[in-house]
Structures are given as C-alpha cells and as structure tokens.
Antibody
C-alpha cells in the first residue's frame, strides 16, 4: 500500500530556504505509474499545488512559485524533496506530499499526513 | 489560470439530509475534476475523480456529476462522519487549481 511521509524543520527564518523530504513506502519511486507532488495549505485557507516530479527528474512547477521552487528525486532512498527559497511569512503552511497516478496532470492520491512549517524569526 | 469557485462556502445540514455542493470552472475543463474531503488536522482524501468516478473504498452515498464548467458533489444521506470540508480540483490545465472549499456543518 502506497504511503507517504513528510519530514523536515518546522521553523524557518524569513529569507532562508525551506527544505522538506517525502519518504515513499509501498511502491518504488521509480515506478512509471506515479508522479510525485508537493501541495501546501496556509492555516485556515485552501490548497495550492506547488509542483510535481517524475522519477526521471522531469519537473512541473506552479508558475506563481517557479522562481523559488526546486523539487528533486532520490531513487536510492525512495524519497523526493522540496526546496523553497527566500521564504516569508506568507509561506507558513502545512506542506503535503502526494502522489498522482499515470500522468503529469491528474488528481492527487494518496497524501502524506502533512507537516506544518512556520516562517518566523 | 483556471479559477474554481465552490458554493456555498458553508452549509449547515442534519444527519440524513441530501447535500449538494457546486463547483464552477472559469473555463471548460471537460470532466477533469476531482473532489476531496478534509477533516480538521488531516490530509485531504480523494472521493471522486474524472468528475463522476468513485474512488475505491469511498461510500456509495457520495456521487459526482457534471462536465464543462459546472460540477456537483452529492451526498445522498449525510452521515456523522461526513461533517468536513470539501474541495474540488481541476486537472485540465497545468496549474491544477483547487476550489476554496465548502464546510459542511452540523445544523
């Protein structure tokens, strides 16, 4: 059964880089049936897709965040990662990793449990 | 970007009620729409994909319909476990946008 788990610092200072890792279990991250995504949700607000990656390294980023986002994949660890640079308080959110099957633009399922990242000095 | 607008933002209902939530797209998205349920402190859970396909394991009281720009999520008989926030998401365009959510509250 495919499961995802986010990990990383819960507190990041303004102007620094947010770094999170998602560990995938139950399926190889090199599966050709899955893409891997990051989605975030500011406290009390809606959901925003950040970006997605395929095991080959092909990436797809939200244009609104593209200049600050890097998503990478590490097949040897069955993990993929998010880096978001130059963070501000507006980047405070619960960050979810998720899978989306079969094609680069699709629904998200399943999701990790999420991790809250607060941007504050 | 394609904008997704849900209505209502909040819905008060009783156990056993039939509930309908609407999601409108700013341009046609064919049937490329998903619905999610989110409970406080939890990740969203996929209910419906391709506008009307029920995800495995989701109770049959949930159903989805629509195409083009107007979509609905219906809960045929609201159960205590269904009080949550529901989101639609389009995957017709690159930006994969979500609606703002509809909170279903106990009346």
């Amino acid at each position: 059964q495919l499961q995802l788990q986010e990990s990383g610092p819960g507190l990041v200072k303004p102007s620094e880089t947010l770094s999170l890792t998602c560990t995938v279990s139950g399926v190889s991250i090199s599966s050709n049936s899955h893409y891997w995504a990051w989605i975030r949700q500011p406290p009390g607000k809606g959901l925003e897709w950040i970006g997605s990656i395929y095991y080959t390294g092909s990436t797809y980023y939200n244009p609104a965040l593209k200049s600050r986002v890097t998503i990478s994949v590490d097949p040897s660890r069955n993990q993929f990662s998010l880096r978001l640079s130059s963070v501000t308080a507006a980047d405070t959110a619960v960050y979810y990793c998720a899978s989306h099957p079969f094609k680069a633009i699709n629904w998200f399922d399943p999701w990790g449990q999420g991790t809250l990242v607060t941007v504050s000095s | 970007d394609i904008q997704m607008t849900q209505s209502p933002s909040t819905l008060s209902a009783s156990v056993g009620d039939r509930v309908t939530i609407t999601c409108r797209a700013s341009q046609s998205i064919s049937n490329w729409l998903a619905w999610y349920q989110q409970k406080p402190g939890k990740a969203p859970k996929l209910l419906i994909y391709d506008a009307s396909s029920l995800q495995s394991g989701v109770p049959s009281r949930f159903s989805g319909s629509g195409s083009g720009t107007e979509f609905t999520l219906t809960i045929s008989s609201l159960q205590p476990d269904d009080f949550a926030t529901y989101y639609c998401q389009q995957y017709n365009s690159y930006s994969r946008t979500f609606g703002q959510g509809t909170k279903v509250e106990i009346k």
